[in-house]
């Protein structure tokens, strides 16, 4: 129809006709923006769907740029008696253009995608916080290798020596630096699992405990009470017993003081000092209350602990030094005896002809 109403008018030459198709083809690109603005894109911003209106948006300039190229492509084959070579490359070149701009386009609705199913924080999601800049990474990565993928089969090189250049780089690469990998793969899970945050305080296999200050891809920093920073393989971590005592339903925790008392005590007196020193005591929490639980019967005396509430796990050496200062003061004013080792030696009988001398007396008297 557009060919027959140009030679109506007398424009037959090439050029006018692939302007006329030219220009087709552009009206064409912004019937399809139009709509995608008025359809799908307002339907989805009255909804409040942010990802798919984020989609809708940007995918407007790739699906017109495709329609323009398509529209180019086909008036340098159809209307103009050019080389093979010189259309081959044409669109080739054409078609490079469009899988950079489709590219960009995936690239960008993947990292928008990303930080927004990582703000919503959902429980057992992988896409956390922690997690995000891991998968943009990784994203931004395999986008970039799917689109040198394309780029190479556009342009007909064979990939066959690159991919088995690339199987033995990575074979060696993996010996080389497996602990490396192992420490990441590890920092992967503990970001995605979140067995411990930044400010937690957590002990390692029963041994080391502090602050934890960074959470990194390779490694874990801590914090001691000693202020020194240990920092720690994510391997280890992933395969070691690691408490945290900043989790729980509350930031809040519980500590203990044990004591042991002679078999001569009162125990109710006992219980009653050990409750009023936690009472008196300002670094203790008075919810929940403190608790004193009578343990068992020791070799060398009878077992209580008290059991208080602290608002951090910080704290918790200086709540024990002062608890165990009142303890001792009070029982001591109370006259209740801490129990210690002991031993007493008896001997029931001396060899024969030894000669004891007693403190004050001459040796033969």
């Known amino acids: 129809m557009i060919e027959s109403n ?5 424009l037959t030459h090439p050029v006018f006709l692939a302007l006329s198709y030219l220009i087709v083809a552009v009206i064409a690109a912004w019937l399809v923006n139009s709509l995608i603005v008025l359809g799908p894109k307002n339907w989805a911003g009255k909804r409040n769907r942010q990802v798919l209106c984020f989609m809708l948006s940007n995918i407007r300039l790739p699906i017109m740029v495709s329609v323009v190229f398509i529209a180019i492509s086909t008036i340098l084959t159809l209307q103009f008696d050019l ?18 701009i489709w590219g960009q386009f995936f690239y960008r609705a993947s990292q928008f995608a990303l930080k927004y199913q990582s703000s919503l924080q959902e429980d057992g999601s992988f896409i956390k916080p922690q997690t995000l800049p891991l998968l943009d990474n990784l994203s931004a990565v395999l986008i970039v290798l799917l689109i040198v993928y394309l780029l190479f089969l556009t342009w007909n090189i064979n990939m066959t020596a690159w991919l088995a250049s690339a199987g033995v780089i990575g ?15 590890s920092g992967v899970f503990i970001m995605a699992d979140s067995p411990y945050k930044i400010g937690d305080y957590i002990i390692i296999d029963g041994a080391d405990r502090g602050k934890v200050t960074q959470i990194g891809l390779r490694s874990t920093r801590i ?14 971590l992933a395969n070691g017993k690691v408490v945290n005592q900043s989790s729980g339903r509350f930031v809040s925790m519980r500590m203990r003081a044990n004591v042991s008392v002679s078999y001569e005590s009162n125990i109710d007196l006992v219980r009653e000092i050990l409750l009023d020193i936690a009472s008196k005591e300002p670094m203790v929490l008075k919810d929940p209350l403190p608790q004193v639980r009578f343990l068992g019967f020791g070799a060398s005396g009878l077992d209580f602990s008290l059991r208080v509430w602290i608002s ?3 704290i918790r050496t200086r709540v024990l030094d002062a608890i165990n200062v009142q303890i001792f003061k009070r029982f001591a004013e109370a006259n209740i005896e801490i ?11 001396m060899p024969e002809g030894l000669n004891i001398t007693r403190p004050g007396e001459k040796e033969g008297a």
């Open 223 to 236: 914090l001691t009470r000693d202020d020194v920073e240990i920092n720690i393989p994510n391997s280890v």
């Open 83 to 100: 080389p093979d070579h010189f259309l081959l490359y044409a669109n080739r070149t054409l078609t490079t253009i469009n899988i950079l």
């Open 171 to 185: 074979i060696a690469v993996g010996f080389a630096a497996r602990d490396t990998i192992a420490n990441i793969l």
């Open 6 to 10: 140009l030679q109506s008018l007398g």
């Open 339 to 349: 129990p210690y080792s002991k031993h007493d030696l008896y001997i029931k009988s």
């Open 312 to 314: 951090d796990p910080e």
